[in-house]
């Protein structure tokens, strides 16, 4: 059953996705707007983030920590925040709405995240900035559609009936551009280190022991190891060690990783030797040699 709420927002255009599902399965579903009337009733519906919806900015906060995150850098209160919102009712998890003036359309980055720690249920926290164009669409899924892992429906925090849309702050628009600009020309110190200490085929024996003591990693360590095994045989055979024994559970997470400024950035191979020694591990030391080996997995 389609939300009357949604009537009241008469810009938006919207994709039916499955029921209990997050996702469209079709392709090019961002050229494709729906009007309300036409979405089937026994679907999920979400918005069509971007232009195609009049301009509309959805920032979806999942966890405790992008609350903080919010209030720590972007440092708009959210007394002053009054806008249509949804929630998936999982703790600390939200969406707001807001309308971006068409001024500004040419300097929004399609999407982005800024990931935390994991939450008490493993799943990462995170503050995520979604628009979209024609080329990459992205779209939000609004109530009363039904939630994949809780098994209930999103409800509005604030309907549209009781509230506007609100026109994004001039500061956080700002912030976003910053912000992007920022990542995007940081060239990663890494990706200009040749291997140096280790060989792969050395790397590869450590990482396959880590993984009998660490199966999975926190998102500290995560990002120890990452940059540890990169800072030892390079960025590419660093990222396929990685991505072989602790496969991304985001996709492209391991890039972004290595475009941010971190004290992780330090690391070494000894960092990760350390950690399989904390867990009582013993493991030979590597020696000091040119890289050779060629890691492949089949």
Known sequence: MID????KLKSWRFVPIDRGKKGPNVRDWQLKPYELKDVPQDKNIGVILGPTSGGILAVDFDGPWAWD???ENIEIPFENIDTVMWTSNRPGRCQMAFTVHPNFWAFMPVKFAINGPKDDDGKTQGIEFRWGNDSAGFQSVLPPSLHPDTGSEYEWVRKPSEVSVMEAPIHLLEWIYYYKLEKETFVPEVVQYEPKTVTGEEANKIAE??????????????????????????????????????????????????????????????????????????????????????????
């Not at 940059?227 to 072989?244: A, E, L, Q, R």
């Open 69 to 71: 995150y919010w209030l």
């Open 4 to 7: 009357g709420e949604l009537e």
């Open 209 to 298: 022991k880590l993984k009998m003591y660490y199966p999975t990693l926190d998102y500290d360590s995560w990002i120890r190891v990452t940059w540890g095994f990169c800072n030892t045989v390079g960025y590419n055979d660093g990222m396929t060690i990685m991505k072989y024994y602790y496969p991304e559970q985001k996709h492209g997470e391991y890039k972004k990783l290595m475009s941010q400024r971190h004290s992780g950035n330090v690391c070494t191979i000894g960092t990760i030797i350390k950690m399989i020694k904390d867990k009582g591990g013993t493991i030979k030391e590597p020696s000091i040699k040119s890289l050779s080996y060629n890691f492949n997995r089949n």
